[in-house]
């Protein structure tokens, strides 16, 4: 785990890449790392996350920049430039159910193909994909997703890069940490390893390659 200022985590992100980000709504979400992302106009990125907030706030603001080409999600409710953009072809949506998508991702954080859900049966969601009858029950089998850049916002960080999340940011931040080939880490503060135990370490360090500091809010 490395500490660096935004500038230099962000810089190891490429246009074209996956990311995966951090929050629901705009709770959780890494916002230094996005305002980073907007200001080095990395552009075509497949962005994959619970939502896509507001125009104004958080992933919202990837969207409203056109610096996404495809969005893997589970709601596009509350942001009328993702519905725009969306029906305006000008953005590639793929709609997921909430809970498939996170255990998507979590089978990709611990190497399995994917899962086996019920949820879409009888719908669109299963057209095109396999379905496996169990004890005569249909699943569809939704494969693993896995992501080539994870933006992960925590609390904080002691020095070994261990994390520990406030609340509800606990709800993709962790797990998409594990699906990720690079994972930088948005924390508000830093502490000496040893100020929390290895009971309260949320996830550990050795997941984490880089840590920023917040930026104050303006």
Known sequence: MKVVKAEEAISFVNDGDSIMIGGFLTVGTPETL??????????????????TSFEDKGI????????AKKVITSHIGTNKETQRQYIEKELEVELVPQGTLIEQIRAGGVGLGGILTPTGIGTVVENGKQII????????LEKAIKGKVALVKAKRSDHLGNLQFEFTARNFNPI??????????????IVPAGT???????????????????????
Not at 34 to 43: A, F, G, P
Not at 133 to 140: A, F, G, R, S
Not at 196 to 218: M, S
Request: hydrophobic residues 45%; aromatic residues 6%.
């Open 133 to 140: 009858e169990i004890d005569n029950k249909k699943y569809i």
């Open 196 to 218: 929390f135990g290895p009971d309260d370490v949320h996830l550990p360090g050795a997941l984490v390659d880089y840590v920023v500091i917040r930026r104050n809010e303006k």
């Open 60 to 67: 919202g603001r990837l969207i409203f920049h056109k610096l």
């Open 34 to 51: 996005i305002d980073e992302l907007i200001k080095q106009n990395k552009k075509n990125l497949t962005i994959i996350c619970n939502d």
């Open 176 to 189: 998409i940490a594990m699906a990720a080939e690079l994972v930088i880490v948005e924390v508000d503060e």
